[in-house]
Every structure is written in C-alpha cells, then in structure tokens.
C-alpha cells in the first residue's frame, strides 16, 4: 500500500535488551516524525527529521533512545538498555512538509518484560 | 507553549444521536487544529484540520469542527452517531510557526455508541 509502514508491529524484549523499531514513510514525505504513546494516553512526541536532518530531538527521554534517517527515507529508532517505563507503542508519522497534516503507521507496541 | 486540553475522557452516546467531544487548546501563536480517530491496535487517522481559513471545518465521515478563537476552543461534532463511529479520538494543535509542526495532542476521548 502507499501509507506509512512500521514494523515490527508487535516486539517482546527483556529488560537490558537492545530494539531497533523501523518507519517506512509514504514515498516523497519530506517530514517524519516519532512519537511514544503510553496505555490510555495520547501520542507524545520523540523526534523529527527533515529529510536526513534531525531538527528537533527534544522529546527523546534519555540518552538510550536514538533515531536516525541516513537516506532521508527510512527511518529507525533504536533503544538501548531498555526498560520497563520504555513499553508503549511508538508511532511513525511522515507529512509532504511539516506544514501539512501528518499521516500515520499503525505502530509499533512494545512490551519489556 | 502548546497545550491541548480534551475536556471529556469518556463520552457515551446512543446511535442516531448528536455527538460532542470538547477540546480546549494554548498556542503563542496562531495554531493548526486537527482532529485524528484511532480504532484499537491502529494508527491514527486524520478526520478533519482548520489552518486559519473557514472557521467551520467540515471532514470526513460526517464530522465537523468550529474554531472559535475567543474561547480558545474547537470542539468536534457530529450530527447523528453510527456504531462504526466508536473509537479513541484526538484533538491536536501544532504551532507551524514557533514549533515546525511538532503536535501536541490531547489524552483523548473514548467515544461509546450504545446500540
């Protein structure tokens, strides 16, 4: 299809594990975005690129969560060491500009166990 | 500062009747307003956006949204609710000026439609 694919849907991890989650935006989107929504409570944000620039990372809640998009299409936001507080889904959304409304993925739920 | 405030958790309505779910919103400067649906274990879809043109938006599915700037409000409405309209919904605001599209959304409102 032509939306914004993420995988995996659904990552079991234990505690102290690395995770690499991936964000396939809608082909040509300029802007992506990450954002980790806890159980019963709205998205909030992580981070955003512009292409291959990451303009702005000041929702990323430590040093241990780490995104980047090298080719300006992918995207991947890895964490390290997780934790149990880290278990949420994490939602990818690319948008033509970052003036336009942002379409999103499914998700990707994570539970560290 | 942006900030979004859903004024309701929870909302239950009976199919065929008016749907209403609040939403207060804080922006320094002029805002973007969007309202997205999220059905369980899926992403969120965008229902309907307000970008400083009409003040009553309408969007999809038969949902409208007025932004009313003197109450700092855009509250979404529908005229009669369907069984398939039961979801989790979202207002978002997103200051294109101060914040390059970075989106604050509200908790959300858990829409229930009684048969």
């Known amino acids: 299809g032509a939306g914004v694919s993420q995988s995996p849907r659904y990552k079991v991890a234990k505690r102290g594990q690395d995770v690499a989650l991936r964000c396939d935006p809608i082909?040509?989107?300029?802007?992506l975005f990450w954002y980790q929504q806890a159980l019963g409570q709205g998205p909030e944000f992580l981070t955003y690129?512009?292409?291959?620039?990451?303009?702005?990372k000041s929702g990323l809640p430590s040093d241990r969560f780490f995104a980047e998009r090298p080719e300006g299409s992918v995207s991947t936001l890895k964490i390290q060491r997780t934790q149990q507080e880290d278990s949420a889904v994490y939602l990818c959304a690319s948008s033509p500009s970052s003036h336009q409304p942002q379409h999103f993925g499914d998700g990707t739920r994570l539970s560290i166990l | 500062a942006q900030s979004v405030t859903q004024l309701d958790s929870h909302v239950s309505v009976s199919e065929g009747t008016p749907v209403l779910l609040r939403c207060n919103y804080s922006s320094s400067y002029s805002p973007s307003l969007f309202w997205y649906v999220q059905h369980p274990n899926k992403g969120l879809q965008l229902l309907l956006k307000?970008?400083?043109?009409?003040?009553l938006v309408k969007g999809i599915n038969g949902f409208e949204a007025e932004f009313k700037k003197s109450e700092t409000s855009f509250h979404l409405t529908k005229p009669s609710a369907h069984m398939s309209d039961a979801a989790e919904y979202f207002c978002?605001?997103?200051?294109?000026?101060?914040?390059?599209?970075?989106?604050?959304f509200g908790d959300g409102t858990t829409l229930t439609v009684k048969p």
């Open positions: 978002v605001v997103s200051d294109m000026v101060a914040n390059a599209g970075k989106s604050t």
């Open positions: 082909s040509g989107h300029v802007s």
């Open positions: 307000y970008t400083s043109a009409a003040t």
């Open positions: 690129f512009q292409n291959e620039a990451q303009l702005d």
